[in-house]
Nanobody, 128 residues
Framework: DVQLQASGGGLVQPGGSVRLSCIYS????????IGWFRQSPGKAREGVSC????????YYDNTVKGRSTISNDNAKNTVYLQMDDLRPEDTAIYYC?????????????????????WGQGTQVTVSS
């Protein structure tokens, strides 16, 4: 049974950093791709950053490219999203997700409606 548990959100000042964690179970990274999406009020859920099933490829949305890093710790079954230079527009609920085709969803080539596994979400608020 696939389970995803996201944590690490909070209130951050503009320019600050946050590291989100997603503890996963029920699969190996080579079986499913894993990554992060976000949703702010009134907006559709969008891909932020995802790792492919090989874990050697990573996608970053243009809005976070250059100030975010996705990484994994196999020993801890945890995937991280480090986000720096946070901006008010980064305010959203961040969700961890996993699916075979997640890389394509993350990059906008398929709908998040088709993603099979979601974590519970963690709120990130960027405000002074």
């Amino acid at each position: 049974d696939v389970q995803l548990q996201a944590s690490g959100g909070g209130l951050v000042q503009p320019g600050g950093s946050v590291r989100l964690s997603c503890i996963y179970s029920g699969f190996e990274l080579g079986e499913l791709a894993i990554g992060w999406f976000r949703q702010s009020p009134g907006k559709a859920r969008e891909g932020v950053s995802c790792m492919g099933t090989s874990a050697r490829s990573a996608y970053y949305d243009n809005t976070v490219k250059g100030r975010s890093t996705i990484s994994n710790d196999n020993a801890k079954n945890t995937v991280y999203l480090q986000m720096d230079d946070l901006r008010p527009e980064d305010t959203a609920i961040y969700y961890c997700a996993a699916d075979v085709g997640l890389y394509y969803v993350c990059s906008g080539r398929d709908s998040p409606d088709y993603v099979a596994h979601w974590g519970q979400g963690t709120q990130v608020t960027v405000s002074s």
